[in-house]
């Protein structure tokens, strides 16, 4: 597995990003994830994208994370804001998403971001089930989704 920074908008995102949001539609019945997001939130130092190509090197799987600092949808300062995390079908259960998470940590530890945060939602049950064993407990909604009853969200402290 390779895992490759990429811009917001490179094809590869692109594709996965539409997908993710296909699922999310199925998943939740809203046209998916309505959150703002600009390709210039991915940027170094205040972001990154990662996908992941397989063996044949196709896009397999992919996450992101922005920098937020303390706004009115409940952020602080320091935070690192998970987005987009997501694995096509055809490759799951192989934990890419655990490995994509690692190096979203990683690398938002190195950007100086004091925890990751994440919101995600009732009918995603995996989700929960690999930030909680991952270390992230929940925490004080925020975001876009934060008045909604599905809305989880968990955080984590970043160490040095």
Known sequence: MNIRRVSFDHPD???????????YHVRYGDGGDATSL?????EPPNG????????NDSPVATGGWRAQDTNGEGNLDGDAEVKRMYVVEAARGR???????AALEEDARAAGRLRMVLETGTKQ?????????SGYEPCEKF????SYESSRCFAKRLGS
């Not at 600009?38 to 991915?42: L, Q």
């Not at 049950?125 to 064993?133: D, F, G, V, W």
């Not at 975001?143 to 934060?146: D, L, P």
Request: proline content about 5%; hydrophobic content about 40%.
């Open 125 to 133: 049950p995996e989700a929960i089930a690999l930030y909680t064993s």
């Open 95 to 101: 934990g890419l998403a655990r490995r994509i998470l």
């Open 48 to 55: 990154v994208y990662f996908i992941a190509y397989d063996e």
């Open 143 to 146: 975001g876009y989704y934060r």
């Open 38 to 42: 600009d390709p210039t939130d991915f």
């Open 13 to 23: 995102a692109v594709k996965l990003n539409d997908e993710v949001q296909a699922e």
